[in-house]
Nanobody, 124 residues
Framework: RVQPVESGGGSVQAGGSLRLSCSAS?????MGWFRHAPGKEREGVAV????????YYADSVKGRFTISRDNAKNTLYLQMNSLKPEDTSMYFC????????????????????WGQGIQVTVSS
């Protein structure tokens, strides 16, 4: 079942860490994390190609966030370190089943499966 289900959000102080998880099974070509804060457009955070393990990040999180996937557990992770108040957002896990798209573009229409979202709050 491809339908992603997120877990692991919460509240943390600036400089702290959180790890998000997302379970999704079935054949998947790529998965990603997006975030949407009130008053802002949804933005891509990180993407991983499931087969090759290649990863791509938004400039705003490079060096702080790490995306990974445990294929045996069908679970996607987002390790978030050195969190900033501006990282406060609803985070969404997304999956694409077929190849044929450049997942690194962080284009929402390329991802056909979305989780319900999970809140991350970073206080200063």
């Amino acid at each position: 079942r491809v339908q992603p289900v997120e877990s692991g959000g919460g509240s943390v102080q600036a400089g702290g860490s959180l790890r998000l998880s997302c379970s999704a099974s079935g054949y998947i070509y790529c998965m990603g994390w997006f975030r949407h804060a009130p008053g802002k457009e949804r933005e891509g955070v990180a993407v991983i190609l499931v087969g090759s393990g290649n990863t791509y990040y938004a400039d705003s999180v490079k060096g702080r966030f790490t995306i990974s996937r445990d294929n045996a557990k069908n679970t996607l992770y987002l390790q978030m370190n050195s969190l900033k108040p501006e990282d406060t957002s609803m985070y969404f896990c997304a999956a694409r089943r077929r190849s044929g798209a450049y997942c690194s573009r962080f284009s929402e229409p390329d991802f056909g499966y979305w989780g319900q979202g999970i809140q991350v709050t970073v206080s200063s």
